[in-house]
């Protein structure tokens, strides 16, 4: 169980076009979802916070007008890159939060992440 | 704030040889999770182990093993015989409570090479 699936798993677009990454979990509801971003031989960087019904956090130096996150369901998040330029060239993956036993914590569940080209 | 550092960028090693992978961590929480996850070429992150604060007992599973210390907030990574498929990018991670759940803070990740 606590599959995560991204889409698409590869795109190449246009500078200036906007692309839209889709994130679902298949066999549990996530309430909070995750964004992240990763340049080639990089880490992981959180971007967002994703809570289902409600605006997404973003973190500090994310351009919450060029990442637009929506969250309208408890299995799926989108994150739409805006006006794309060649610098946004990155792999994004999600992640779908689940609770675990205690409250004390979220186990996060990634999907396979979604490599975006911008020429 | 929270931060995991992951002092060893690249580790090559011949196949059959034992590795470790150093993870140092730094918080204010009290309750916090120590993971470490697997980067393959593919890209897909593979979750490897999740440990709770409370927890400082050492595990392993099969090859692999993990030696947690408070004292010295260390969350070490081994791995025994360590094979060609073994080879990727290691990623130890830390949970930290936020408003809407907690967020991982991930270090800046080993490289790990095993050579046949």
């Known amino acids: 169980g606590a599959v995560v699936s991204q889409h698409p798993s590869w795109v190449i677009c246009k500078s200036g076009t906007s692309v839209k990454i889709e994130c679902r979990s298949l066999?549990?509801?996530?309430?909070?979802m995750f964004w992240y971003r990763q340049f080639p031989k990089q880490s992981l960087m959180l971007m967002a916070t994703s809570n289902e019904g409600s605006k997404a956090t973003y973190e500090q130096g994310v351009e919450k007008d060029k990442f637009l996150i929506n969250h309208a369901s408890l299995t799926l998040s989108t994150l739409t890159v805006t006006s794309a330029h060649p610098e946004d060239s990155s792999f994004y993956i999600c992640s779908a939060g689940r609770g675990l036993a205690g409250g004390l914590a979220y186990e996060q569940y990634f999907g396979p992440g979604t490599r975006l080209t911008v020429t | 704030a929270q931060k995991v550092t992951q002092a060893q960028t690249e580790i090559s090693v011949v196949e059959k040889e034992d590795v470790t992978l150093d993870c140092v961590y730094e918080t204010r929480d009290t309750t916090y999770y120590l993971f470490w996850y697997k980067q393959p070429p593919s890209g897909e992150l593979v979750f490897l182990i999740r440990r709770n604060s409370f927890d400082e007992q050492n595990e392993i599973s099969g090859r692999y093993s993990w030696n947690f210390q408070k004292s010295t907030s260390s969350f070490n990574f081994t791995i025994t015989a360590s094979q060609v498929v073994d080879s990727a990018v290691y990623f130890c991670a830390l949970s930290e409570a936020s408003e809407y759940g907690n967020k991982l803070v991930f270090g800046a990740g080993t490289i790990l090479r095993v050579k046949s």
């Open positions: 066999d549990f509801q996530a309430t909070t």
